[in-house]
Each structure stands twice: as C-alpha cells, then as structure tokens.
C-alpha cells in the first residue's frame, strides 16, 4: 500500500466497512451508543473535530478536520475500540472490519467538505432504506446539527472498564483549545443551514427517482430486524477508483494530485536511502516511517 501524505491542518472523509459485508453496526440503542462513545474518546485523545458522521449496518462514514497530523492514530484508535466493543456486543469472535485499509480521501475546500457531509448523512436514502435522513434509526450527526446542541455520551455497560470516563461530549465542529478557531472560521456560520438545504434536495431527488422506477424503502423496522450476521444480497464493487483527493476544482485536484506524486517520489527514495543503511529524509507528511525510526 502507498505511504499516505498526513499533514496537519486538513480535511478528511472515512469510509470503514465490516468484514465481508456483514451487519455488525445495525442500527439499535446499544450500538448507537457504542460508537458514538468510541467516536468521542478517540476525537478527544487526539483532538480530531468531528465534522459529520453516519453509521449504517455494514460500513460508517466520518468527516473530520485533523488540527494536528494525528489522523492514522485517531483511526487506529478508534477502529480498535470499536471493533473490540462491537464484538463483544454482537457475540462475534472475527475479525469486526475489512482487511483492506480504510477508505481516506483529504477535502481540499469547502465546497468538497460540505459535498462530503452531505454524502455522509443522505447515504441511508440513497441506498433505499429510509426516505429522510431524520428517520434513520442509526448512530447519526444530523440531530445535532439541526438542534446546536452538543452531546454528551455515557459510557456503554458491556466491554469498557471503569477507568474509561463516565460521559463523555461528543460535539460537532469543536475545536481544541490549542488549535484556534480554525474549523469554524473555514466554514463559516452557514455550513450546517447549507448541508440542511443540501441534503432536503437530495431526499426529494431520490423520491423523484424511487416513484418513476415503482421502488419503495425498507423502513426502519426492517433495518432494525436485521440479524447483525447478515449481509447484502447485492455484490460490492471491485478493482474501481481509489482516490486519494476530494476537490471539485480541476486545477485545485491536479496541483494537489503533483504534489501527492512528489510526495510518494520523495518517500520513495528516502526509503530505499533508509535500507541501504544510507542517512535518509523523508518528506514532510511521513507517518509510519516517522514513528518507526522516530525523528533522528
């Protein structure tokens, strides 16, 4: 797998699936609580704003603005706990996630972070199982952008230990202290109106095309009666697109896309300068290396 140029200051959208494609996530009280309460102790621990997130039963989907190049950490985190919880939830000794790596594409500007946030919340329609994204009975951010208000969530009964914070908030577009008001600023005051008006265009497109093609949702009571060991009929993609950039902009994608091959370029030769025995430098952006030979 190519080395991934993490650099401080930057948008991100994370996709995660569930191994083999299976329910694990479904949609229930203490699943919801679960992930939410992971998502929280992770965002804290490294100080990643949280932009917009939606679970449905066999993937999630993160938006989130890393201040400080501490994401791989944040998803190692993260992915660890939750898998650990939710196995211990659902009774599963298997592995929770997919093998392959989490699907990561850095948000250039605002138009590709609000493009993301939108997708996030409005996957649930555009796959048919409910009709708004107010009736999706899963772990979701759209209550909190609607509302303002920021959440606070308990520890779940099953799996975490004492020495784990009771409550923890879990707040949309908080910033830590040390980072400024980045996030805010970059954004501005209407984002959350524009991803509202966003993803109401979106509900009522995916209406429109349901009535012509004579479909219907699943409804949540379905999606809740599903057994967390099921998965979908239908057959995943394959061998398409990996992106590793958002931008909508032509010309922001290309400059972005050099500078990725630069990068790569870079990282390359220092790694084989590192092998020989040779002092190396690698570029700005390096993780792994970085944490494997540590910064002499």
Known sequence: MKPRHVLPASFWFITRRCTQRRFLLRPDDKLNQTFEYCLAAAAKRFRITIIAYMVESNHYHLAVYDHFGCLPAFLHYFNMLLARSVNCLRGHWENCFSPEAPYQVRCLNRADVLAKAVYTLTNPVKDDLVDAVASWPGAS?????????????????????????????????????????????????????????????TERQCAQARRREGKSVLGRRCVRKQSPMGQPASVAPRRG????????????????????????????????????????CFPIGTWAMRHLIGPE
Not at 157 to 178: D, G, I, N, Q, Y
Not at 260 to 276: G, P
């Open 241 to 280: 697109l990996n992106p590793r950039i958002a931008a909508r902009s032509k010309w922001q994608r290309i400059e972005a896309l050099a500078r990725d091959k630069a990068f790569l370029a870079s990282h390359c030769e220092a790694r084989l300068r590192w092998q020989r025995g040779e002092a190396a």
């Open 141 to 201: 951010s759209w209550r909190g952008m609607r509302t303002g208000r920021d959440r606070v969530v308990r520890r779940p009964a099953h799996f975490f230990t004492e020495r784990m914070p009771k409550e923890l908030p879990l707040a949309l577009c908080e910033v830590p202290s040390e980072a400024g008001d980045t996030v805010r600023a970059f954004l501005g005051e209407s984002f959350f109106d524009e991803v509202a008006a966003a993803v109401a265009d």
